[in-house]
């Protein structure tokens, strides 16, 4: 029934700004750990930003000051706000909670 599908990956050039989204259905964002993950070609799954079900927010050092996770819980979406962005962040977002995973949106950061 669990259901994650991330948007708003695009092309940006380094210091632009993304927002991506994940659309839940089958659960309910308020209530759970969410969590954004990404994975560059050749490189192992990056864990990058948590938001708890209590609203406290934890991010990879490689992210933190740059990028915001939060959550619209009328929506039941989470989001990813990107700032400050690097040829380095480039990859494919993916948004999760527990063993549920998007089919993941792609963000390219180049000049």
């Not at 990028?67 to 990107?82: H, P």
């Amino acid at each position: 029934q669990v259901q994650l599908a991330e948007s708003g990956g695009g092309l940006v050039q380094p210091g632009g700004s993304l927002r991506l989204s994940c659309a839940a259905s089958g659960i309910i964002v308020s209530t759970a750990g969410m969590r954004w993950y990404r994975q560059a070609p050749g490189k192992p799954r990056e864990w990058v930003a948590l938001i708890t079900p209590g609203g406290s927010t934890h991010y990879a050092d490689s992210v933190k000051d740059r990028f915001t996770i939060s959550r619209d819980n009328a929506k039941n979406t989470v989001d990813l706000q990107m700032n400050s962005l690097k040829p380095e962040d480039t990859a494919n977002y993916y948004c999760n909670n527990l063993g549920w995973w998007g089919q993941g949106t792609q963000v390219t950061v180049s000049s």
